[in-house]
């Protein structure tokens, strides 16, 4: 059964940082690009990074270039969101996904989503 689950979300003060963890089950991560998505109360899924397959290529979307770095561990098969210099806006449901071979900018291109879990930036 191909399964994603995600982990690592929490409660932090803004500044703080967080990991996200992406641990995949039922597959192996050669060959599928995994993305990671974010919803806050109210409001639509929206993509906030990808990481395909090949070389490793990355993608961002604008409001997190230079604080949020996606990778990935084959070995353990396992995708990461490292959040470094978090703020409110940050706060919503991190989901995970899947799609064959490469990044797409379009949710509904994805599957296999995740349960996701819960960010919150407060001070």
């Known amino acids: 059964q191909v399964q994603l689950v995600e982990s690592g979300g929490g409660l932090v003060q803004p500044g703080g940082s967080l990991r996200l963890s992406c641990a995949a089950s039922?597959?192996?991560?050669?060959?599928?690009?995994i993305g990671w998505f974010r919803q806050a109360p109210g409001k639509e899924r929206e993509g906030v990074s990808c990481i395909n397959y090949r070389h490793d290529r990355t993608y961002y979307t604008d409001s997190v270039k230079g604080r949020f770095t996606i990778s990935r561990d084959n070995a353990k098969n396992t995708v990461y969101l490292q959040m470094n210099s978090l703020n409110p806006e940050d706060t919503a449901v991190y989901y995970c996904?899947?799609?064959?071979?490469?990044?797409?900018?379009?949710?509904?291109?994805?599957?296999?989503w995740g349960q996701g879990t819960q960010v919150t930036v407060s001070s």
């Open positions: 996904a899947r799609r064959y071979s490469s990044c797409s900018g379009e949710t509904a291109d994805y599957a296999n």
């Open positions: 039922g597959f192996t991560l050669g060959y599928y690009a």
